[in-house]
Nanobody
């Protein structure tokens, strides 16, 4: 199973980005998906998670309505729409997957993508 994240880049504060993560090698709809991020010198942080069907997404406390996680099982993709970006959102964003819904806990996700860098300038 491979996870491939994309969509990162440089954006000004207040701007938007949409990250995508594709899953290959397995049936995508069997996996709960999540996004985490890690800023330089900081621990990995939970961003958002979504169940197999796309119901009941949950978010990190810092999101405050700015991000939306969604998935398209037909395309085997999970998305993270990020709006009103702030410089403190600068980090490498990772997608993660597991057949069991892991919620906010990184340790509960067995599959990880390589990460995509998001840089928000002030």
């Amino acid at each position: 199973v491979q996870l491939q994240a994309s969509g990162g880049g440089l954006v000004q504060a207040g701007g938007s980005l949409r990250l995508s993560c594709g899953v290959s090698g397995r049936t995508f709809s069997n996996y709960a998906m999540a996004w985490f991020r890690q800023a330089p010198g900081k621990e990995r942080e939970f961003v958002a998670a979504i169940t197999w069907t796309g119901s009941s997404p949950i978010y990190g406390d810092f999101v405050k309505g700015r991000f939306t996680i969604s998935r398209d099982n037909a395309k085997s993709l999970v998305y993270l729409q990020m709006n009103s970006l702030k410089p403190e959102d600068t980090a490498v964003y990772y997608c993660a997957a597991d057949r069991e819904y892991g919620g906010r806990l990184a340790l509960r996700y067995n599959l990880w993508g390589q990460g995509t860098l998001v840089t928000v300038s002030s």
